[in-house]
């Protein structure tokens, strides 16, 4: 959403016969200032509205968050870095002559490709911080993960504003068609065109280590999960709103204390990098573990001197099965040179699905440390406890002494 981690992961989906398709991924640093003042990128807000595997290549850049990987469109392909997003379910990647307005380096040419075929329908789509893609729906083949999706609808963006600072050359929507413009997801369209056996993918993320660069293993797993980055039990919530990838929460607590005791709705989203929720929710779990919110930067701050063992934990309790997140797992660190600002990862907003409820916005820093699963054959999300859910970020030697 609105605060960022200022750094940029490279995916890399691993080819081998007998898998699924799989990602991947080394985490390299994005230019971005971490001076006290200038400690986000311009953020890309939420939307308004038996198989071998292939290779594709993936970065993450967290200013929103998004998760970015390479796919081909065409014949011969051409080559795109495209966000995957939970949040949304539109492929669209930059054509031409939209230039540096639609970001990223690499168009779409038309006349390049022997499988294009036009389809005329105008294209728009819109974010929440006021910045749009507009174009036309085309038709080509698409590959992803060496798997070609023939006669895939996407859409090719002519025109665009406020995206000029990302490196991604588009966006691959995984959510419900109901948040699309129209067109069926490419997901949906690889478990239709049997390139995939189940219709489910599963997302690890490995923890961020401070801002310092690190060379990271993660992976997206798409036509079932990878039970090697996760520990059992899964806990599933069924979706309840289908669209984004919806389902309700039994509470949210620091401690003892519930901030959300009933009606707690919530949507998986590898789009949003902090756990977002209502502000008045969001306020009262802030100022129970100690947070101040600065106006200038939007954000609450906690004391980066302050004894660890102080700061509660805080608990999300899905389907009865409690998800905790500590202190060291939510608390964010800036800064260099023993100057340094610690800032929490819950920020507050009022996002609603599209029944008007207020809801919670699971966004990277849950989903790093539990493997999110997302079945659409059963409609249903799963969480389970990541296998790197104990890695620790670097805590620079001066900080939180007490």
Not at 166 to 190: H, I, K, Q, V, W
Not at 245 to 270: L, R
């Amino acid at each position: 959403m609105k605060l960022i981690i200022l750094i940029v992961f490279i995916f890399i989906i691993a080819v081998q016969s007998a898998e699924l398709p799989s990602i991947s991924t080394k985490r390299v640093q994005r230019n971005c200032s971490f001076s006290v003042r200038q400690h986000r990128c311009p953020p890309l807000a939420r939307l308004a509205k038996v198989v071998t595997a292939g290779s594709v290549q993936l970065l993450n850049e967290l200013s929103g968050t998004f998760w970015i990987g390479l796919i081909y469109i065409g014949t011969p392909p051409q080559k795109f870095y495209v966000d995957f997003d939970t949040g949304s379910s539109d492929l669209w990647v930059s054509a031409p002559s939209c230039g540096k307005a639609c970001g990223g380096t690499n168009h779409y040419y038309s006349n390049k490709s022997t499988t294009y075929r036009p389809v005329g329908v105008p294209f728009e789509i819109h974010y929440g911080d006021g910045s749009y893609a507009k174009g036309k729906f085309d038709n080509d083949t698409c590959t992803v993960g060496g798997k070609a999706v023939k006669g895939q609808l996407f859409a090719e963006a002519t025109s665009g504003s406020g995206l000029e600072n990302y490196t991604r050359d588009g966006l691959l929507g995984l959510a419900y068609p109901l948040e699309s413009s129209g067109e069926t997801p490419l997901f949906f369209n690889m478990y239709k065109q049997g390139l995939i056996p189940q219709p489910i993918f599963g997302f690890y993320f490995h923890p961020y280590r401070h801002h310092i660069k690190f060379t990271q293993n993660g992976k997206l797993t798409v036509g079932g999960v990878d039970t090697t980055k996760y520990i059992a039990p899964i806990t599933y919530a069924p979706v309840i709103l289908k669209g984004y990838w919806e389902f309700s929460m039994n509470s949210v607590s620091v401690s003892n204390t519930k901030v959300c005791s009933s009606g707690c709705y919530a949507i998986a989203d590898t789009g949003t990098t902090l756990i977002v929720g209502p502000p008045s929710q969001v306020n009262k779990l802030n100022a129970l573990i100690g947070g101040i919110y600065i106006a200038a930067y939007d954000t609450f701050f906690v004391d980066c001197s302050r004894k660890l063992s102080s700061f509660p934990n805080v608990t999300f309790t899905i389907s009865n099965q409690r998800f905790v997140i500590t202190p060291l797992q939510y608390i964010r660190i800036f800064g260099d040179n023993n100057t340094y600002l610690c800032t929490t990862a819950f920020q507050g907003a009022d996002d609603r699905d599209s029944s008007k409820r207020p809801i919670w916005i699971l966004g990277d820093y849950f989903l790093v440390r539990f493997y999110s699963i997302y079945d659409i054959g059963k409609n249903r999300v799963g969480f389970a406890k990541s296998v790197s859910y104990s890695f620790l970020q670097t805590v620079p030697s001066s900080l939180f002494k007490g």
